[in-house]
């Protein structure tokens, strides 16, 4: 009998080729991105799972609200590990990070350097924390001593044979030597260690020692026993204020007690993420590396799901609309002795068979599309072909697939009545018409949901490229690790500066693009030791062009002047700090502060200047206070041009850079294209909301032209009927596109409320944003309306063009 079925339904399907071509297409397309979207999501998920124990590794966090500013870190204080594992005796063993960014390294006999990107120092309890294996060296002992590190197997290789490579010593940032003492595999690119490739031993890093519960810079990690849970310490941890924290400020605040603490509406909170929710879940101050968004992970399910469900849906319609063609089929069977069961399982075997048509399909598709979808996501995805689950819960997808788009077809057409089919009744009569009806405006509210998010994306997207962000970062090149040329960098920055394509020049480690960033607690000179006076502020050392080479606007006071000896402990803040402060911008001025709290002959700065606000966080984050003060180190150098040949400023300043620092790498980038990296993952959604929309569309517009041209040769009498008796081809036109249109109307009515909450949920993650305009709620209909009319129009037409004796003649 099964045989049987496969192959009436097979000779079924071969019968109407237009109709199994759409189905096939159809579903293909759906399953195709709802596999690309589903291998995405998996390796998102997989994040840092790979590490030993990852159940039980949790990251320490800081939530601190003093001095004006309420922030969320990802970092707590040095201290915090010894007093953990002292305090908590469910804690088996901690480690902390201590991330420098990139590094110069060279070998000692050789003055070239090779420049690392990630670097860090870290307890030598890494390796046992976290499970990682050393490929040479001893684990127990590699980050032991001081001045010692560990390399990525492929930065080892840029300097020596692995094998050799313990005991060799590099020379780091052209200033202290380190012994190389072990290394390690290169981490996976689904870790949070992904990008960093150089370990240095914490022991060598006399901050790490320092007993100082004020500043936070070190990402720590706990691994809790077997046997314990997090809840256990949640409370443990949240003493440390009143333990710890307290004592700590009270050196420079003395008589501060924890209830004067959170009576200024102030609060210090430790608690924990688990090492496996970092990556979805963690948007904090100070992140080891760039994280997702588990928001994106919600949209993208949704819109696979969207994309399956849409396909399913254009073959329910589809298979039921045909179905009316077959309804003296059913009759006939029925009346031969064909039972209910029997018409079910026939009409289950043929949507299989469509079904696994559509899945190879969907894997050849979605094996071309990987690498651009790579590109799109910013992924190194690959198929697994070599994984029976996966190759398992394709088969069941289309088995499920199968079963579900294919159950209402076969169960509505098992219940046609053979008398009211074979005496001809009319296709109304047999039912089917509001389900199909039902599932066009759904396809069409997906469709128009999803064009109101790609608008909105777009420009929430367009409003941060545009909006006017306080400085200047187009035609801004920045220059690397100018540090390494020492007492030269004055010089460096005088010669490019007499280059005729330059503006102007500054020599600086911080920048309003992601950057260096520090913070300090500041008093004011009469309030030392009120809490409630001190203000939060970032901290920027700068030089005196840093102003006008950024192009920021000062609304008070002065900038910086050589001439003024004084300006060395001077001071210039934004809008927000001196609203933290309380003080109007002409007030602020002169005004002295000093963050050496607790010190017996504290530094005092002196405000000489308010430079109104300017974009240096994220769109999603308040602007915060901060100030600039005059400092002769410096990271990196700012170069303003004045020429749009990029190329040959480039190639001038390295000139000058060869000239003064010969073998060293020359590594620089504009600080647009850095700007614009800090919303990749906006893009990356826009673009991505893109193209599922179209595909979406695309679904649904098959299923549309499907029905339109089935509907078209429902009606072929009814069209040469109104012919003859004088009908224009427009008014045809017209009389069959109508109906779609009334569907698609309703469709568009549930979407636009859905898509404008969604959107504006999604919205409230940004500080700075639009607000959803009525374009959005105009466009999207147009849009959605024109292409079912292009849809429609084409099978009205070319029904409205037959020529009457051919229609009237049909049978």
Not at 219 to 231: E, G, H, M, N, W
Not at 624 to 650: C, H, P, R, W, Y
């Amino acid at each position: 009998m099964i045989k049987n079925h496969f192959k009436i339904a097979w000779r079924s399907l071969k019968k109407q080729p237009f109709f199994t071509f759409l189905n096939i297409f159809g579903l293909a397309i759906g399953i195709a991105g709802g596999l690309l979207i589903s291998l995405y999501i998996i390796d998102e998920l997989s994040y840092d799972t790979m590490f030993a124990d990852a159940d039980r590794i949790h990251r320490i966090n800081a939530d601190i609200k003093f001095g004006g500013e309420d922030r969320k870190f990802a970092v707590s204080p040095a201290p915090i590990a010894e007093a953990i594992e002292n305090d908590l005796s469910e804690v088996e063993l901690t480690t902390r990070f201590r991330t420098r960014g990139s590094t110069l390294m060279k070998r000692s006999d050789t003055e070239v350097n090779v420049k690392e990107l990630q670097s860090t120092f870290v307890d030598s309890t890494f390796f046992k924390m976290f499970g990682i294996k050393l490929l040479v060296g001893d684990e127990k002992t590699a980050l032991s001593s001081p001045n010692t590190l560990v390399l990525t197997r492929t930065a080892a290789e840029k300097h020596f044979d692995i094998n050799e490579a313990v005991g060799q010593t590099l020379v780091l940032n052209n200033t202290r030597t380190f012994t190389v003492t072990g290394v390690i595999d290169d981490l996976p690119k689904n870790s949070f260690l992904r990008d960093h490739t150089v370990f240095m031993a914490m022991a060598g890093y006399e901050d790490s020692r320092i007993v100082n519960w004020g500043s936070n810079n070190y990402q720590t990690f706990i691994k809790l026993i077997p046997t314990a849970d997090v809840a256990d310490i949640e409370e443990p941890l949240l003493n440390f204020l009143g333990k710890y924290v307290i004592p700590g400020v009270q050196q420079f605040m003395p008589g501060i007690t924890e209830e004067q603490f959170k009576a200024a509406g102030n609060h210090l909170i430790y608690s924990t993420i688990p090492l496996t929710d970092i990556h979805l879940n963690s948007d904090r101050v100070a992140e080891i590396s760039p994280n997702n968004n588990i928001q994106s992970i919600y949209i993208l399910s949704f819109i696979a799901v969207f994309l399956l469900v849409l396909a399913c849906v254009n073959f329910m319609n589809l298979s039921t609309a045909y179905s009316l063609k077959r309804a003296k089929e059913v009759g006939v069977r029925k009346t031969l002795g064909s039972n209910k069961t029997d018409l079910i399982r026939q009409f289950l075997v043929e949507s299989g068979l469509v079904s696994f048509g559509a899945l190879l399909v969907a894997i050849l598709v979605a094996i071309i599309a990987l690498p651009f979808f790579n590109d799109l996501a910013n992924k190194d995805i690959a198929m697994p072909y070599a994984s029976p689950v996966f190759w398992l819960a394709l088969l069941a997808s289309g088995i499920l697939l199968g079963l579900f788009s294919g159950s209402y077809p076969a169960f509505f057409m098992s219940k046609f009545i053979p008398v009211k089919v074979l005496k001809g009744s009319n296709s109304n009569s047999l039912g089917g018409g509001k389900v199909r009806n039902g599932l066009v405006i759904f396809q069409f509210a997906i469709s128009v949901f999803l064009i109101v998010g790609t608008l909105v994306v777009y420009q929430q997207l367009q409003y941060i490229q545009n909006k006017d962000l306080g400085f200047s970062k187009e035609q801004v090149l920045i220059v690397d690790d100018v540090y390494t040329l020492g007492n030269k960098r004055a010089s460096f920055k005088e010669e490019v500066r007499k280059l005729g394509y330059v503006k102007n020049v500054t020599l600086s480690s911080y920048y309003p693009t992601p950057s260096s960033r520090s913070d300090s607690t500041f008093a004011p000179e009469d309030g030392l030791t009120d809490q409630e006076q001190a203000v939060s502020m970032q901290t920027w050392g700068v030089d005196e062009d840093y102003i006008n080479t950024l192009g920021f606007e000062i609304i008070a006071g002065r900038n910086f002047d050589k001439r003024f000896k004084n300006d060395s402990t001077s001071i210039i803040v934004n809008e927000s700090a001196i609203a933290t402060m309380g003080l109007s911008p002409e007030e602020a001025i002169g005004k002295r502060y000093t963050s050496d709290l607790g010190e017996e002959n504290p530094v005092f700065h002196t405000i000489i200047g308010v430079v109104k606000d300017f974009h240096f966080s994220p769109f999603r984050e308040d602007i915060e206070g901060l100030s600039l003060g005059l400092d002769n180190f410096a990271g990196s150098m700012a170069v303003k041009l004045s020429t749009a040949d990029f190329q040959a400023a480039i190639t001038g300043v390295e000139a000058v850079w060869n000239k003064l620092a010969p073998g060293q790498p020359f590594d620089y980038y504009f600080m647009e294209d850095s700007f614009h990296k800090t919303y990749q993952a906006e893009q990356r959604l826009s673009h991505i909301f893109f193209i599922f929309t179209s595909l979406s569309i695309l679904i649904a517009c098959l299923g549309l032209f499907g029905l339109a041209a089935f509907n078209a040769e429902k009606r072929t009498k009814e069209i040469g009927v109104r012919k003859v008796l004088g009908a224009s081809v427009g008014q045809i036109t017209y009389k069959l596109t109508q109906d779609f249109l009334r569907l698609v109307a309703v469709g568009i009515l549930v979407a636009l409320p859905i898509g404008w909450f969604a959107m504006d949920k999604w919205l409230q993650d940004f500080s700075y944003r639009i607000s959803i305009g009525w374009e959005v709620f105009i466009i999207a209909p147009l849009l959605a309306v024109t292409i079912a009319i292009l849809t429609v129009s084409y099978q009205s037409i070319k029904a409205a063009v037959v020529n009457p004796v051919k229609s009237l003649r049909t049978e």
